[in-house]
């Protein structure tokens, strides 16, 4: 029987259909409905992986048409980015994993969410923009990567999502230590406001991607029954090095904290150096100022008009004046 899926199979990004070894090879839609018309019985140790573009309409038809998902999956579709989460609903494995986007550049819009479902012979994920997590995973499915079950594959994403974030963590505390040391050297050239943004990134980093504790502890103190104990262990291991993550992340916001004050502290000084040497120029030209205005004015009765020394004598008054001026200044400074 042939199948004709053109706007569905624009819908699907990739599919894989995975032997009881763990091999997997790649499928289109066609294959893929033909396949989960066999009953477990007929497909003994396999399982398909089917990754969608929610950007297509016709994605999430499909899958309502051709999947038993259960409804609270298309709900966490609805719901749209949230903080990560894995539950367990009607013996599947609801995932909720925001990652960042293929090209992050530290900007907080380059988040997004991959929402993933696990049964025991389907793995449905799907995105809105690209990941660098999912691509990861497809590209180790292609170099012959083994996965024995459908959660093993969900155990995969997590790792790989855990490294991107190990490696943004990484990137970021370089670019905290930069600025370290130049405000260490007296060279600061970073702006507070660079600070501040990369310290929103990771604030919002730290709230999408810590996991939700109640479904988790829930799900590893009750599984699904067909969760095998080495999944279950590697999920746990999994969400423990998040928690590290996290905690990187947490000292690395507060670094920055420390910074975005010194910093602070720093143009505070050198505005307060700039007032005080425009106070000082200021307070140094009154007294010249002042006797420059009178002498220059065309009235009779200019003291010292006539008199053989009158210039100097005027010139010495300026001087005095301008030489306790400048004292009462640098006094007031001490």
């Given amino acids: 029987m042939a199948y004709t899926f053109a706007a569905e199979d624009r819908a699907l990004i990739c599919g894989f259909l995975f032997t009881p070894l763990g091999q997997g090879r790649a499928i289109e839609l066609g294959e893929a409905l033909q396949w989960l018309a066999k009953s477990p019985s007929e497909t003994p140790g396999e399982f398909i992986w089917l990754h969608f573009n929610l950007t297509d309409t016709a994605s999430a038809k499909w899958m309502q048409s051709h999947l038993e998902l259960p409804p609270e999956f298309f709900d966490a579709l609805r719901e749209g980015s949230r903080s990560t989460r894995i539950e367990d609903a009607a013996d ?18 380059e988040i997004a969410s991959l929402w993933v479902n696990v049964n025991p012979r389907v793995a449905v994920s799907a995105r809105v923009h690209p990941l660098r997590s999912i691509d990861r995973l497809r590209q180790a499915v292609r170099d012959g990567a083994l996965f024995g079950s459908s959660v093993a594959l969900l155990n995969h994403l997590m790792q790989d999502q855990g490294d991107v974030l190990v490696r943004i963590v990484r990137d970021a505390t370089l670019q905290v230590d930069r600025v370290e040391d130049a405000l260490l050297q007296g060279h600061l050239q970073q702006k507070r406001a660079d ?10 980093l730290q709230r999408l991607l810590a996991p939700e504790p ?18 279950l262990d590697e999920l746990r291991q999994s ?18 904290k420390l910074l975005q004050e010194e910093m602070a502290a720093q143009v505070g000084e050198q505005t307060n150096r700039s007032v005080f040497t425009l106070t000082v120029v200021t307070v140094l030209a009154l007294p010249i100022n002042i006797i420059a205005g009178m002498l220059g004015m065309n009235v009779g009765g200019i003291p010292l008009a006539d008199h053989p ?17 400048g004292w009462l200044a640098f006094r007031n400074r001490e």
């Fill in 195 to 204: 600070m501040g943004k990369l310290r929103r990134v990771l604030v919002r």
């Fill in 239 to 256: 969400t423990e090095e998040f928690s590290i993550v996290i905690r990187d992340l947490a000292a690395l916001q507060e670094r920055i």
């Fill in 92 to 109: 599947n494995l609801i995932a909720v994993v925001n990652d960042v986007a293929f090209e992050f550049s530290f900007d907080p819009s």
């Fill in 214 to 231: 109640g479904a988790l502890f829930r799900l590893l103190r009750q599984p699904p029954p067909w969760v095998t104990p080495h999944d």
């Fill in 309 to 325: 020394h009158g210039f100097a004598i005027i010139a010495l008054i300026i001087l005095t004046f301008t030489v306790v001026a």
